[in-house]
């Protein structure tokens, strides 16, 4: 057993490994996993549903976190529960309209459209010009992304996206209120159970038994820890040392990362103009993050 007040070793080696990449190392890592996860997950779909893939991917990941984190769960006070349920009621929303929007649109322009709520935010809350100057940006490169195309995509793939979006904005918040109010990741393994508990029925209905079958339990685990324990422990160390508006100019690289995952896993090609929009995210980010330093330096 630990002494009193001493981190768990896996905790600490996560600190370490946090500190030694920073918190845009972190956020980087993390939209690369959550991406890569996301295309697997879409492989996923004709087994499972797209509410059956959410509910495997919330429930294993919550068992997988819920026995490293061993949270206790007395000692705190109403409002900290309050932002549990909310952050665990973002994740489950954010999660179940994501996976509505790829079964029915590409996995790189959902990501496109469901950015849009992280880049609301970082307008929203940022008030600092140059911030808004990087956002501005990211967006004219998300809107290039989309090649003009949104009028010809199924209209309840894009209602999915942007509500995911909207869903994304809210977990940024309460992602980083659960990081300041909850020690290591016990907050987030709280919410991640309450988010698996609200979509269970939805998976059980849609899917039932399918949900058992070993190698469908199998892959549900691997995008489960590609999709939610690594990106989601990750993001919330770097919102502890990001503020929300540059964490959330951050997340425009994530319809860059997307559409490389759907390039390499799910074949869908990336064309000329594709690479300049991703050219322009990944400027915009390197702005806002050297932006912040000068801020912080």
């Known amino acids: 057993m630990a002494a009193a007040g001493a981190e768990p070793v896996g905790v600490s080696a996560r600190g370490a490994a946090g500190h030694r990449l920073g918190p845009v190392g972190l956020v980087v890592a993390g939209g690369l996993s959550v991406q890569f996860g996301s295309a697997l997950a879409v492989l996923l779909m004709p087994r499972a549903g797209a509410f059956g893939v959410v509910t495997l991917r919330l429930v294993l990941a919550a068992l997988v976190l819920l026995a490293v984190c061993r949270p206790k769960v007395r000692g705190y006070a109403r409002a900290d529960w309050g932002t549990i349920v909310a952050f665990g009621a ?28 992280p880049l609301a935010l970082s307008v929203i809350a940022s008030r600092r010009l140059m911030n808004l100057l990087w956002a501005g940006l990211a967006l004219g490169g998300v809107l290039l992304l989309s090649g003009g195309g949104f009028d010809r995509l199924d209209p309840v793939g894009v209602a999915f996206a942007l509500a995911a ?15 300041r109010r909850f020690p290591q990741a016990d907050g987030l393994a709280l919410a991640m159970a309450f988010g698996a508990v609200l979509s269970l029925p939805l998976g059980l209905v849609e899917a039932g038994g399918k949900l058992l079958v070993p190698s469908t339990i199998g892959l549900g685990l691997l995008v489960a820890l590609m999709s939610s324990v690594l990106p989601y422990t990750l993001e919330l160390l770097a919102l502890r040392r990001l503020p929300a508006p540059t964490f ?3 997340m ?25 929009a991703i050219a322009l995210v990944i400027a915009a980010s390197m702005g806002a993050v050297r932006t912040q330093a000068r801020r912080t330096g």
Do not use: K
């Not at 954010?94 to 996976?99: E, G, K, L």
């Not at 425009?252 to 300049?276: C, K, M, N, Y």
């Open 90 to 117: 973002a994740m489950a929303g954010m999660n179940i309209c994501i996976y509505q929007a790829v079964d029915r649109i590409p996995l790189g322009v959902a990501v496109t459209l469901e950015v849009l709520g």
């Open 165 to 179: 979006g909207v869903m994304w904005a809210l977990y940024i918040v309460f992602s980083a209120r659960t990081g």
């Open 252 to 276: 425009s690289l994530e319809p860059a990362i997307a559409a490389t995952a759907g390039f390499l896993v799910l074949s869908q090609a990336l064309s000329l103009t594709d690479a300049l």
């Open 248 to 250: 959330a100019i951050l």
